[in-house]
């Protein structure tokens, strides 16, 4: 869990000095002035949401790194500090980039995520490492899989009683019902792999019973939650998948294989479409998070949790069909780069590194819960 820690620190501080064009001038005066004023500042939803959600794995790698010998509040309190310096070192570090604008408030949002991220694992770490131990791996990998999917559904997690803004969330579903087949395609597979992993959050028993409370759950909380909607897309990916589920692959006795395979298949339908070809071939971006740190952080955040489910989900599956750690991130490594070095041809795509090193830093995970924890793959799917 250490290296893994120090990975989010590597990672954390690429993306918060990206794009690294560095002025070393003179700050002045007026300019120290402005960066301590900065705490007043107003920040987008998006922007909060983006630094409070960037620091929540420091705050939980951090807790799991320290060790079960210190006290929970000493770990806690720790951490908080050491966020605090480390959140503000990257602030100052702003202050060299033109690009960049530094800002006192984004370190109390780095605080926030870190407190939360340390809390929840203070509150839950003894829970879920003990329910690893007497069901390996099946248990903490598909909960996080999950509760990454569940992340990107429901953000942010504002409800709303307001009448019109619950009927804006239906009116994709009610008054203005487009069907678009990737989506449908996208949606499918995404429940299916749900159901799957709702098969193996428990070892004693199975929840994939469950997963239609899940989906109208999941879709009734969308309604009141704000920015957030319903679409047929939506509605009718969740039937078929309920009905590939219950009707088929619930039945078969490896079901890993299927899904996995199913699951590559829409990566690559979803990173190619719509199919139309350049003029002009693009260039490769070598740079990693190029086109992923530019633009709305709301959409950015809403994307690297679905990459983490889509992606973690990919090298989980492929575990489960009995490939070792170093196959089954290879596979998906190399389908993702495939996929991107295609988007060079391709129009409405960007092509870059990033995605394939996406694929990386989820099978990273998946393995290093598995590790940590002395977790063998399991039984064989029943």
Known sequence: MNKLWIAFLLLATYVSIYPFDFEFRTVDSGVVRAFLDSWRSLSSRGDVLG????????GVLGMLAAGAEVQKLRRLLFLCVLGTLFATALQIAQL??????ASLQDVFWN????????????VAGRYLLSSANRAPEARLVPSALIASWLFYRLIP???????QSIKDSLKPLLLDPELNSVSVFRNTVAWIVIAYLLRYCQRERSLSRYLPVLILGVFSLEVLIIQNGVSASNVLGALLATLAW?????????PAGPIAAMTLLMLVVTGLAPFELREQPTTFAWLPFKGSLSGSMWLNTLSACEKFFFYGSVVYLLRRTRFNRILATAIG???VLLIEVAQVFLTGHTSEITDPLLIVVAALGVNALDRDLSEPLGPPDQ
């Open 51 to 58: 630094n409070v959600v960037l620091f929540v794995p420091f």
């Open 96 to 101: 060299y980039l033109p690009s960049r604008e």
């Open 111 to 122: 605080l926030l995520g870190t407190a939360a991220g340390a809390g929840v694992s203070a």
């Open 157 to 163: 997690f504002v409800p709303s009683i307001d009448l």
């Open 246 to 254: 219950f009707v088929w692959l619930k039945r078969i006795p490896r």
């Open 333 to 335: 490594f190399l389908v």
